[in-house]
């Protein structure tokens, strides 16, 4: 029974990763129909921003200012790499069919994961781009000689437990701005039909690029949350998570924000607990299981309404 | 004529479909207050008149002057900034959002909160079956309830000219009713009107002016009564 309560905590503790990255997936698809596939890069990139801005200056003490300032700035970083990605990458190609953007976000992830590991250009103060070799996480907050809650013999690490409040407020805080604020408002209208949100007067344009600002700080503070607990980056990281992701989003109903999160835990435990209960090699093909099943199945996702693609 | 001066005033404005010209250089013009409609058959242009006019696609020749300023290269949210309200062909409602969001997406531009709490009032005071609907998804609402709703929704920016794309379509007689007694009353608070109309005899008894579209190109224009009257008018378009 521990061990079962064991995995659910971790289960739950990777789905919110999972969920917090699904956010920005399923989000820039509501407005643009496009399944962003840089949008892993975009989490490795936050997570990053995290490591240098940690590492700048010699570091300092882990407290919990500086671990607000790391996953504030991370967030800043990815937001503004977000802007720029829709900005010059998406937005010139609107009017084109939709699988060139696609195709383009493939480019764009590729430009990222192997721009990150080129040889540095410069060192001072740290070297940029990181290179291929992975890159040890700075410790945001010290815990000191108990850094782990036990309860009923589950064990949790404090910074796990810190990193799920902080999902969950984020979530919360999404939820809040998509569906009680003005902006809110607008970003659904424009995912339902951006040209009549224009005849509302909504600014769809910068509706978009507020979307892709959220979604991509979202992303970072995924990042950094995964990195406080699992240390280890290096420029690939995000791509599997970004794929986990994407089927998170899928198997909540992709355009649909309660469905991410949704979507983010249920596959997170599964994950777990099949991991878990049979071998740890089956972890990463149990998310792809799930989205051949979802496809197959009910491929509205959980939340999603069943749409007639019009021919 | 009134003596008003124009409001819209669209000269030569043409647009392309790929190769094919929907719009072959119309011009019309809207004076402050009135009521103009746009009659014609299917693909005449008039649809996509409305839309260029509002900026829903992009003309590709001519110009669309509204209040004395060229507006023509403008995005389509901007033209709304500046008075114009367009309720769009197949009425636009956004059927995931509830019937209070719609009406305060028509009011996005506004700040003044007050003023937009009793405009939404007004708007159930006109239709009360939005009052009882308010909090449902409109996805949820009959073809007439919908109609209402983006008549409702379109008043909502207080604009000074509202494009009205086939407000009467497939609804029952009793709504069509309802819903050109309330665009009578908006236009006798002093809003302008463009109406486009398949119900041709409706919308020049509500006109006070009208212009006959053909494969893109105006044919015929006059007074309201002046259309009602004329022989090719009620043979082509009143059915008689």
């Known amino acids: ?19 917090l990255i699904a956010l920005g997936y399923t989000m820039v698809y509501g407005v643009l129909k496009l399944i962003n596939f840089a949008h892993g890069d975009v989490y490795m990139v936050g997570a990053f921003s995290g490591y240098y801005l940690g590492t700048v200056g010699g570091g300092g003490q882990p407290s919990f200012i500086r671990a607000a300032y790391i996953t504030l700035g991370a967030m800043i970083v990815c937001g503004l790499l977000g802007y720029v990605i829709e900005r010059f990458a998406y937005r010139p190609l609107r009017d084109q069919a939709r699988l060139t953007s696609l195709i383009t976000a493939i480019g764009v992830s590729f430009l990222l994961e192997y721009g990150f590991q080129l040889t540095p250009w410069f060192r001072e103060p740290v070297p940029f781009p990181p290179g291929p070799s992975p890159r040890f996480f700075p410790t945001l907050l010290d815990f000191g000689p108990a850094p782990s809650l036990e309860f009923l013999g589950v064990t949790v690490p404090k910074i796990d437990a810190l990193g799920l409040v902080l999902a969950l407020a984020l979530m919360l805080l999404l939820q809040h701005i998509v569906y009680r604020t003005r902006f809110g408002t607008a970003m659904r209208a424009v995912s339902f039909d951006p040209q009549v949100a224009g005849l509302m007067g909504i600014p769809v344009n910068r509706i978009i690029s507020m979307t892709f600002v959220l979604g991509s700080a979202l992303a970072a503070a995924a990042g950094i949350i995964n990195a406080s607990s699992r240390p280890k980056i290096e420029p690939l990281f995000g791509l599997m998570s970004g794929l986990k992701a994407f089927v998170a989003a899928v198997l909540g109903g992709i355009g649909n924000v309660p469905g991410a999160m949704a979507g983010g835990l249920l596959l997170g435990v599964t994950e777990e607990y099949v991991a878990g209960y049979t071998s740890s090699s089956y972890r990463d093909a149990i998310a792809f299981a799930v989205l051949i099943l979802v496809l197959l199945l009910r491929p509205e996702g959980l939340f999603g309404r069943a749409t007639v693609e019009k021919v | 004529m009134s003596d008003a001066g124009p409001i819209l005033e669209v000269k ?14 119309i011009s019309l013009e809207v004076s402050d207050g009135q009521v103009v409609a746009l009659i014609g058959a299917n693909g005449a242009g008039k649809t996509t008149t409305l839309r260029a006019v509002s900026r829903m696609l992009r003309p590709s020749g001519g110009q669309v002057r509204f209040r004395g300023e060229d507006v023509t290269r403008l995005p389509s949210h901007a033209v709304v900034a500046r008075g114009m309200a367009h309720a769009p062909e197949g009425r636009g409602i956004f059927l995931n959002l509830s019937v209070r969001e719609n009406l305060d997406l028509g009011a996005y531009l506004r700040r003044d909160r007050a003023g937009i709490a009793s405009d939404v009032e007004r708007a159930y005071t006109l239709f009360p079956i939005l009052a009882e609907r308010r909090a449902q998804v409109a996805g949820t609402l009959s073809g007439g309830e919908q109609q209402m709703l983006a008549v409702a929704r379109a008043m909502m920016s207080r604009p000074k000219l509202m494009l009205l794309d086939e407000p009467s379509l497939g609804l029952a007689p009793q709504v069509v009713e309802r819903i050109f007694g309330v665009l009578r009353e908006v236009n006798a608070s002093g809003v302008a009107l463009l109406l486009v109309e398949q119900n041709a005899h409706k919308a020049l008894q509500l006109a006070h002016r009208a212009y006959v579209l053909e494969t893109g190109t105006v044919v015929m224009q006059g007074t309201g009564r002046e259309l009602l009257a004329s022989p090719e008018v009620r043979k082509a378009y009143l059915g008689e």
Not at chain 1, 1 to 12: A, D, R, Y
Not at chain 2, 12 to 25: K, P, T
Request: hydrophobic share 45%; aromatic share 12%; no cysteine.
């Open chain 1, 1 to 19: 029974m521990t061990e079962f309560f064991q995995h659910l905590v971790n289960g739950v503790s990777v789905g919110t990763i999972y969920a």
């Open chain 2, 12 to 25: 030569d404005l043409r647009v392309h479909y790929g190769a094919i010209e929907a719009l072959r250089g």
